[in-house]
């Protein structure tokens, strides 16, 4: 598996905060990881993060570490969004009460699409700006399966 999702609760009217991480690359002496965090209910939410960090600069550094700093990245932005739509739920997040991020399987990412909860815009926009082949792979496959409901959940 060469990506990682991670996703929040939900919160109506956008969905639910989900953050995937590609691995680590390496190429030309830098370690590549694509950051894609959203909500999977509104387009206008996504934003893709591409980090690049020196082999020099990381040797001796775990792919783990690397993914946890882009996963950083992610958890900001979505952070960010609810800061400014709830700010209760903010709040609560900050004191520990609920929207934390957890790791998802992989096949998150359909349920969500089969429950009609992840718009096709956003499976799209996934899918044409990942430069991760197996993302790219998936998300096409995710669009191609049919949906269980027509009505959009968001």
């Known amino acids: 598996m060469s990506f990682k999702v991670f996703a929040t609760d939900y919160l109506s009217g956008y969905g639910y905060g989900v953050v995937i ?3 680590p690359v390496l190429s030309a002496n830098t370690h590549t990881i694509e950051c894609h965090a959203f909500f999977s209910g509104r387009l206008d939410s996504y934003s893709l993060t591409t980090l690049s960090f020196d082999s020099e600069v990381t040797q001796g550094v ?3 570490d690397l993914a946890e700093s882009a996963l950083a990245q992610g958890k900001e ?3 960010s969004i609810l800061s400014a739509v709830s700010q209760i739920q903010y709040q609560g997040m900050l004191a520990g009460f609920g929207f934390s991020f957890r790791e998802k399987d992989k096949s998150h990412i359909l349920q969500l699409h089969l429950r009609n909860f992840l718009s096709p815009d956003l499976e799209q926009r996934i899918e044409s700006s990942s430069a991760d082949r197996d993302l790219r792979s998936f ?10 409901t027509s009505e959009r959940k968001i």
């Open 77 to 79: 932005h979505i952070h």
């Open 21 to 23: 991480l590609t691995v």
């Open 139 to 148: 998300m096409a496959t995710v669009r191609a399966a049919g949906r269980i």
């Open 62 to 64: 775990s792919d783990s």
